[in-house]
């Protein structure tokens, strides 16, 4: 029977007074929803008109709207969180959230070290700065209040009444003077299941929290925890950032930063010295365009794959700001921070100062080969034409002598004997040459040779001259070789036969042949043949190698100084390398290494 607005004191000229009056004047029932100060309630409901008046039943739907409220403010902060807003203000708005979800309620975040617990800030806008005084800075005791537990367990942990609870113990005067006695704490994990924080929310009764209480608890949890995480990967890429520019400023080479985009967000000293575009007009720039367009798509091939986490690599050509085009090697790898991809780094080499000098280098070496190719042709034709009137030399001096020495002065038969002795050195002379033109022109198929074998047939071809010289040849385990079977007994005979001719005179020849494996990628052998012979000067340990070299006159030694250039000559076709260790007076050395497969 009492008039509306002693009822409620602001019904003049609100929207239920309007309502009343539109049921009443129209007499029709009218459909209404408002919120009511005077009750601090959210009604909706409907409005009868009836004879003497109007009559209205209302449902309180409080408690729809704020959860309606709560998950669109949810929504907003998501946004807010995604838009790279401030952490702590992301933090406050998370429990300004929850306070209004719940009036009378009080929230507090406290942020922590994923791996000490040291707690890096207490945020609690509604409580008392006291309740949390030398927390920051310092681990989290795990007996803290509740906060501590929870991060302790990673789970919850709550208090019906701080004033009696034994974790409160000399801890809840302050809070109990602020008008709070219930509480519980919710662990804020990170997406590897760390603790990184606490959400704990305050009552004012004694008592458990609802299960609305306990859900919104977690969602705004959860919230944090992405703020959070975001602020912790955002500061991650940073430091990413800052060793990139850190590591590629010492790079000789163009370094680029790209986003998971393929857009360009920095790069090195030397891109903006050497492209001649400054970091502003780089900046924003797709990974594609920075290359000429025959390549664009082998750039954004390689993009991907390293948003796949693989690393590629190409050659192309860009464009500097002068207009200049230059060749490049691009390499482009993943950024990873926490084993994600945030982005790839291309590292660009400028390659075409090395690309001229190796077409120059190839010009040449063609050119090389061409001319090697012409001479070892002109070397076995020559040969070949030299024979016929060397033979001719030989056969007639021969017949001068045998049909007319009873004619001649011993003067003249001694002038015969010499054209003979030189026609006979100078059919040595051709077929020497013919043996160093046909290493490489004549060789045979590389297939494994036991070299032990090898050696067993040299020493047999050379069975007459060991006899002789009184030679004692010592011979280890040689091991199997991928190689020219015809060339390696060349090069063995010719090796230990110049150990029997180069004999010192006052002692027999000593020759020992032994070989060391050595390495594995690649595997090698050491062929060594030593002997006790007449030595020589080191200063000569390379001319020796040179075709028609010698070391000493013909009156000393036979043959043309050609033996040790076919050696060399076969151990290069084999990728291998000779060195000749020299000791006058005292013997020699020849070390020869070998791989023991071939390629």
């Known amino acids: 029977g009492r008039p509306l607005d002693r009822v409620f004191a602001s019904f003049d000229d609100s929207p239920f007074e309007r309502v009343f009056r539109e049921a009443i004047d129209h007499k029709r029932s009218v459909a209404m929803e408002g919120f009511s100060p005077t009750i601090g309630r959210w009604l909706s409901g409907r409005v009868h008109p009836v004879d003497d ?41 998370a429990i300004n959230l929850f306070e209004a979800r719940f009036p009378g309620s009080a929230a507090a975040v406290l942020r922590l070290d994923g791996a000490t617990r040291r707690v890096e800030a207490a945020i609690a806008p509604m409580l008392p700065r006291a309740a949390f005084a030398g927390l920051v800075g310092a ?57 990184i924080g606490t959400f704990g929310a305050y009552l004012q009764q004694p008592r458990e929290a609802s299960p609305a209480e306990a859900e919104a608890a977690q969602s705004v949890a959860a919230l944090v925890g992405i703020a959070i995480e975001r602020d912790l990967a955002a500061l991650r890429v940073e430091t990413e950032r800052q060793r990139f520019r850190s590591l590629s400023e010492r790079s000789p080479y163009m370094v680029y930063a790209f986003d998971i985009d ?19 007009q780089l900046r924003g720039a797709a990974v594609q ?63 075409t100062a090395e690309r001229r000098i190796a077409a120059e280098l190839d010009r040449a070496l063609r050119d090389l080969t061409a001319r090697n190719r012409e ?43 010499r054209i003979d002795a030189a026609a006979n050195r100078m059919q040595v002379l051709i077929d020497d040459l013919l043996a160093y033109s046909r290493v490489t022109s004549q060789g ?42 015809t060339q390696l007994r060349q090069l063995l005979q010719n090796l230990v036969a110049n150990a029997i001719k180069f004999h010192a005179r006052d002692r027999k020849p000593r020759i020992r042949v032994t070989a060391e494996l050595r390495g594995t990628t690649p595997a090698t052998v050491v062929l060594s043949v030593e002997d006790n012979g007449v030595g020589f000067d080191p200063a000569y340990a390379e001319r020796i190698f040179a075709p028609f070299q010698r070391l000493h006159g013909r009156h000393e030694f036979e043959g043309t100084g050609i033996g040790l250039a076919v050696v060399r000559r076969i151990v290069e076709r084999h990728n291998g390398r000779i060195v000749a260790i020299g000791r006058p007076g005292e013997g020699a050395r020849f070390e020869v290494t070998l791989p023991l497969r071939a390629g």
């Open 139 to 195: 681990p989290l005791p795990p007996d803290f209040g509740c906060c501590g537990p929870a991060a302790a367990s990673g789970a919850s942990a709550s208090a019906l009444d701080i004033a009696t609870d034994r974790h409160w113990a000399g801890r809840s005067a302050t809070l109990v003077d602020a008008g709070y006695r219930a509480t519980w704490s919710q662990a804020i994990l990170d997406a590897h299941g760390a603790v």
């Open 289 to 351: 365009s920075l290359v000429l367009k025959p390549w664009r798509d082998v750039a954004r091939r390689g993009f991907d794959a390293a948003l796949r986490g693989e690393s590629s690599r190409f050659d192309c050509a860009v464009m500097n700001a002068r207009g200049v085009r230059r060749e490049v090697e691009v390499t482009l790898v993943p950024i990873e921070v926490d084993q994600h991809i945030t982005g790839v780094f291309g590292v660009v080499r400028d390659t």
């Open 262 to 280: 393929g857009m360009l967000v920095d790069c090195n000293h030397n891109a903006i010295l050497q492209g001649g575009f400054t970091r502003e």
């Open 53 to 93: 008046g109007a009559t209205a039943i209302f449902d309180d739907v409080t408690e729809v709207r704020r959860g309606e409220a709560f998950e669109r403010d949810q929504r907003e902060l998501l946004r807010a969180i995604a838009s790279g807003r401030a952490v702590d203000e992301c933090v406050t708005g």
């Open 444 to 485: 045979e198929p590389f297939v494994p040779v036991d070299l032990g074998d090898v050696l067993d047939d040299v020493l047999s071809d050379l069975e007459v001259r060991i006899e002789d010289s009184g030679a004692t040849i010592e011979a280890g385990a040689l091991p199997v070789v991928e190689c020219d079977r």
């Open 375 to 417: 001479l070892q042709d002109f070397a076995y034709v020559a040969s070949h034409d030299l024979q016929e009137p060397l033979r001719k030399v030989q056969a007639f001096s021969d017949r001068v002598l045998q049909r007319y020495s009873q004619d001649l002065d011993p003067q003249a038969i001694d002038y015969l004997r």
